[in-house]
């Protein structure tokens, strides 16, 4: 065994001693959902860090699971937006408008000057006019928050389709549905990289949810075991399905069945979570800094494989960068707290 495999090891002994009954717990409550972003989040910046550490048997299994996990994430961001305009109607919107996305564009401004002055420091040149091209370019400047510029654009769309058709609830469902369809088709005509739209459908996956959860809940509910294995069964052969078209050199059918892997993988985890919890202080602790943890992760492990600091191998490269993450994205956290936060 190489030691990155430690880093798997540890993973599922966290996940293991995570895990406990739901004993019915709502599955999607704001608490419960808590350590499900924590868990994604660590397993995004696994997933990150896979890419560039090759050694050990078991650690390069994260390089699969990248965009299934994101999709997590925008599943809970539409599920939340659609459950809030449920209880509050168009005034949310305004919400969102006023508070949620200058927020959020407050942030991701200040991440990327924090990227810019460390990649000088790191020795990169970087100008104010490539860190305004990089907005648009595909290619961020903050590594990986390609997730926060599609999040704003998919408020901005929820905001536009809820605000027209919001009093017809399967017009503005469908019409949701159809401008996610139509983002991800546009990026893909561009040429942006894959992971700009692979995990967008669980967005839309959310949204749908939180507009039927108590009929989807009772359902579910009845026959849990059938449905958890169907989705299992589905998500499974969409998912192998991507993998070889990508050997086969298939682009319609490829992009076709990660979508559907994207859509369906955050359906199973929900079911999963009907009975099994995710709970624990340390999964409680970077869930509460899940943004913060994937907004900088990425200078973490860059600036520990740079001119200015470079470890070379790969396990204390790996176990460094996750380590530093936290604290780093912990400290932010802090900062970040001077900006208001999106009324509940």
Known sequence: MKLTDTVTLAYILLLVSAVRPAKGADCLSKDSTVSMRGLFALTVVLHHLSAYAYSGLTFPIFSYVGFISVSVFFFLSGYGLMTRYGQQGRGYLKSVLTNRIPRLVAIYLITTVVYALVFMVMGYKVTLRYVL????????????????????????????????????????LTMMATMTLCYILVLHKLGYDYHWYMSVPGFAVGIIWAASRESIHAMAEKKWWLWTIAAAVVFWLVYRLSGLTMIWSIPGLN???RLAAAAT????????????????????FMGGISLELYLFHGLVYAFLRSSVVYISNDALWVWLSVVLSVAVAFIFNRVFKIFPKPHK
Do not use: E, T
């Open 265 to 284: 993988f955050p359906v199973l985890v929900v079911l999963l979570s009907m009975k099994l919890k995710l709970g624990g202080k340390l999964l409680n």
């Open 255 to 257: 992009l076709g069945s």
């Open 133 to 172: 091209w990089s907005f648009v370019s595909g290619s961020p400047l903050a590594l990986n928050s390609w997730y926060i510029l599609a999040l704003l654009l998919l408020y901005l769309m929820f905001c536009a389709v809820f605000a027209l058709f919001g009093k017809r609830k399967g017009l503005s």
